[in-house]
């Protein structure tokens, strides 16, 4: 079993900057693809970005590129969202997703919920105008 959890949300002006952590517990959750994803009230769970097993490839959403940046350190089994230039939209809870499936290749990146076994609890983020 993992888990996941979340950290470094909060409130911050439009602008600014936030960096979120997803810590994974579990010996192998070092190797994992991971994503965020967010959801906005009253709108379904979107994606955000993504990292390969390897931390060398990743992915992004189109409202994110260039502003968000995702990271993975394996000897901590963390992965990192730096967000800069936040935006009021970019106001959503935060989730950090795990891919346990063992025969996802190591330059791998999902951007499906779907596609992910293990979901942390959220962190909120809000921007304000």
């Known amino acids: 079993q993992v888990q996941l959890v979340e950290s470094g949300g909060g409130l911050v002006q439009a602008g600014g900057s936030l960096r979120l952590s997803c810590t994974a517990s579990?010996?192998?959750?070092?190797?994992?693809?991971m994503g965020w994803f967010r959801q906005a009230p009253g709108k379904e769970r979107e994606f955000v970005a993504a990292?390969?097993?390897?931390?060398?490839?990743?992915e992004y959403a189109d409202s994110v590129k260039g502003r968000f940046t995702i990271s993975k350190d394996n000897s901590k089994n963390t992965v990192y969202l730096q967000m800069n230039s936040l935006k009021p939209e970019d106001t959503a809870v935060y989730y950090c997703?795990?891919?346990?499936?063992?025969?996802?290749?190591?330059?791998?990146?999902?951007?499906?919920?779907?596609?992910?076994?293990?979901w942390g609890q959220g962190t909120q983020v809000t921007v304000s105008s």
């Open positions: 997703a795990a891919d346990s499936t063992a025969s996802t290749g190591w330059g791998t990146t999902k951007s499906r919920s779907y596609e992910y076994s293990y």
């Open positions: 579990g010996r192998t959750a070092m190797y994992y693809a």
């Open positions: 990292i390969s097993r390897s931390g060398f490839v990743t």
